[in-house]
């Protein structure tokens, strides 16, 4: 694997980061209630829009797509800093990290027109319409139905855990188009105009109280069939696609690195117990978690580099995916115990430290082995296809 950067490439980052300087307030802390707070959300528009203005939102799609013809490596670079800096997400992973390089593989030639250069300029935010109630790590036992009528398929069913789907303006929907079929052999995937009539959202509130979660519901909602990707029945080739570009995104990393970091310059600071950096256990555990952050940040790495020889990572992603849950458990763990009291402060509280983020982030810890499928099944996939290991 090659570690360095072209000096262009290297350029381009220190572009980015004055361009981030420039455009986040002075005390911008993070998007983490962005979604809650609807008067934010036209903030996080505006800043995709500048990013998509300067083709920097999605640098490795070809330029007639609104990319800038670059390779996975400035992908890489630009999620990294976004995450670390903690710049409105405005629903990326979802819109440029997964649908977009499911449509640049699976989408007619049509269908990339007209998808890819709205998601590129920051225009269309997307979400993902896979888990289901009763189907979650079994995803191929889905029951949301998609009947073809004429020139259109006719959707009932729900969705649930659907990240962004309050402010999104499409989904990336999976359905069953053949229940006779093998399950996994009856599913067709479609591009959803989340404003079509039928479909209702329900919020859902996380642990952490925040809306990032929803329910959604589809009743004889009415999709045209040229929004069908990959062909009829072929939905799970489509969400395999999906799921590899989703476990490969080192935002999650990016974001504990940052948390590691702002322990560490807190361990610094004096407080009415003391400076914590003075304890050697402090600076020894601060020190393996910057360690394991920055292993994080090279699988990550290791992934985009594959990408950008033309390959698709698959149990190299989920790696990063399972190493990418641990840490971020460990470093909330770390946080917590380190603040002490302070680290069960929820964010606005007068005495919280870190805008009470440990306390947030703790909270959320506990989704990572989970979401984007769990840590025992990306063991699985790293034995069966990394190692080649018989199933059990």
Not at 225 to 230: E, F, K, N, T
Not at 326 to 346: C, H, R
Request: aromatic share 10%.
């Amino acid at each position: 694997m090659e570690f360095r950067l072209s000096p262009e490439t290297e350029a381009w980052r220190q572009e980015l980061r004055a361009f981030l300087k420039a455009e986040l307030p002075p005390e911008f802390e993070g998007d983490d209630d962005f979604f809650d707070a609807k008067e934010r959300v036209p903030f996080a528009r505006e800043f995709m829009r500048k990013l998509g203005a300067r083709r920097w939102l999605a640098p490795a799609w070809p330029e007639q797509y609104g990319g800038m013809g670059k390779t996975a490596i400035e992908q890489f670079i630009l999620n990294e800093e976004l995450a670390y800096h903690r710049a409105p997400s405005g629903g990326r992973l979802f819109t440029i990290g997964i649908t977009g390089p499911t449509v640049l593989v699976h989408g007619t030639e049509e269908q990339k027109a007209r998808y890819l250069p709205k998601m590129a300029s920051g225009e269309e935010w997307y979400c993902q319409g896979f888990s289901e109630p009763g189907s979650g790590s079994d995803l191929a036992s889905m029951q949301t139905r998609a009947v073809r009528d004429g020139d259109e398929y006719i959707i009932n069913g729900q969705k649930i855990w659907t990240s962004n789907g309050h402010v999104a303006d499409r989904m990336m929907l999976l359905a069953r188009t053949d229940p006779d079929r093998p399950k996994h052999k009856g599913i067709s995937a479609f591009i959803v105009d989340m404003r079509s009539p039928g479909i209702t959202v329900q919020p859902i509130e996380n642990l952490a109280y925040r809306h990032d979660f929803n329910q959604v519901f589809f009743e004889d909602v009415r999709v045209p069939a040229r929004d069908l990707l990959g062909g009829e029945n072929n939905g799970w080739y489509v969400a395999t696609t999906t799921l590899d570009f989703e476990r490969s995104n080192i935002a999650a990393i990016s974001g504990a690195r940052r948390t590691v970091h702002d322990l560490i310059r807190w361990a610094k600071e004096r407080h009415p117990g003391g400076r914590p950096w003075d304890k050697p256990e402090v600076r020894l555990k601060l020190a393996d978690l910057a360690i394991k952050a920055e292993v994080g940040r090279l699988v990550a790495f290791r992934t985009a580099w594959l990408q950008a020889k033309g390959e698709v990572p698959n149990y190299e992603a989920s790696i990063g995916k399972v190493w990418m849950a641990m840490l971020g458990i460990e470093v909330a763990n770390a946080g917590v115990n380190l603040l002490g009291p302070y680290g069960a402060l929820q964010p606005g509280s007068k005495w919280a430290q870190l805008r009470g983020r440990v306390l947030t982030s703790y909270l959320l810890s506990v989704s990572g082995p989970i979401g984007g499928g769990t840590s025992e099944i990306q063991k699985n996939i790293i034995a069966q296809r990394g190692l080649g290991l018989p199933r059990g």
